[in-house]
T-cell receptor, first 114, second 115 residues
C-alpha cells in the first residue's frame, strides 16, 4: 500500500517552462488536494477535487491547472513557470468529503524556478 | 472565514521537559481542529484532531491537545519530550460544515529538542 505518491521529488525549471507534477493514490480516496508550502506561510491550498471529473479552486490557484479524470490521479500543471512558484508542493487525499476526514500527504515535490 | 495563529515559530525544550505548542483559531462557525507533524523531507502526518466530541484529545506519540472555546485555543502538549519529537508542527482549522472542508493551516512551529 503506497499511499500518496508524488513525482518527481525534485525539479528545476526555467522561467516560462511548463510542467506537470504527478500525484497518485491507491486508497480509493474521493477527495484530493494540492498545497504549496513556503517558509513562514504554512500550507496554502491551490486546487482540490471531490471526485473524478470535479475540481475547484483553493486559496492560491493562479498559474496552476488541474484535472481529475480518474479517482487515483490528480496532476497539477504549471502553465508558464515563474520564480514566485518556487516552493514545495504537497498532494493530499482523504477517504471522503467531510471536515473530520484526516488527510494523507505525499512526501512533496521540491520545485525551483530560475 | 477562518484562521489559525501559532505563537512561536521556533520552540526549544530539553529532553524530558514539557512540550507546549500554542495554537489560537478564529472561525465564524464551530470548528474542527487538527495538529499535523512534519519530519524533514516528508509530508505531513496527522497527530490528533478535535471534532466536537471530547475537549481533551489524545493523539499519537504521547501528544494531546485541549480545545478551549472561551480562549479560542487548541494548544498541543506532551509531558516529556523525546529526541524523536524534533519536527515542525502545524495547527489547522476546518469549518464544521459538510461541503466546505478546506483546511486552513498555521505557519508552523519548529520544535528542537536539546539533549
Amino acid at each position: 500500500n503506497a499511499g500518496v505518491t508524488q513525482t518527481p521529488k525534485f525539479q528545476v525549471l526555467k522561467t516560462g517552462q511548463s510542467m506537470t507534477l504527478q500525484c497518485a493514490q491507491d486508497m480509493n480516496h474521493e477527495y484530493m488536494s494540492w498545497y504549496r508550502q513556503d517558509p513562514g506561510m504554512g500550507l496554502r491550498l491551490i486546487h482540490y477535487s471531490v471526485g473524478a471529473g470535479i475540481t475547484d479552486q483553493g486559496e492560491v490557484p493562479n498559474g496552476y491547472n488541474v484535472s481529475r479524470s480518474t479517482t487515483e490521479d490528480f496532476p497539477l500543471r504549471l502553465l508558464s513557470a515563474a520564480p514566485s512558484q518556487t516552493s514545495v508542493y504537497f498532494c493530499a487525499s482523504s477517504q471522503a468529503r467531510g471536515p473530520n476526514q484526516p488527510q494523507h500527504f505525499g512526501d512533496g515535490t521540491r520545485l525551483s524556478i530560475l | 472565514a477562518q484562521s489559525v495563529t501559532q505563537l512561536g515559530s521556533h520552540v526549544s525544550v530539553s529532553e524530558g521537559a514539557l512540550v507546549l505548542l500554542r495554537c489560537n483559531y478564529s472561525s465564524s462557525v464551530p470548528p474542527y481542529l487538527f495538529w499535523y507533524v512534519q519530519y524533514p523531507n516528508q509530508g505531513l502526518q496527522l497527530l490528533l484532531k478535535y471534532t466536537s466530541a471530547a475537549t481533551l484529545v489524545k493523539g499519537i506519540n504521547g501528544f494531546e491537545a485541549e480545545f478551549k472555546k472561551s480562549e479560542t485555543s487548541f494548544h498541543l502538549t506532551k509531558p516529556s519530550a523525546h529526541m524523536s519529537d524534533a519536527a515542525e508542527y502545524f495547527c489547522a482549522v476546518s469549518p464544521n460544515n459538510f461541503g466546505n472542508e478546506k483546511l486552513t493551516f498555521g505557519t508552523g512551529t519548529r520544535l528542537t529538542i536539546i539533549p
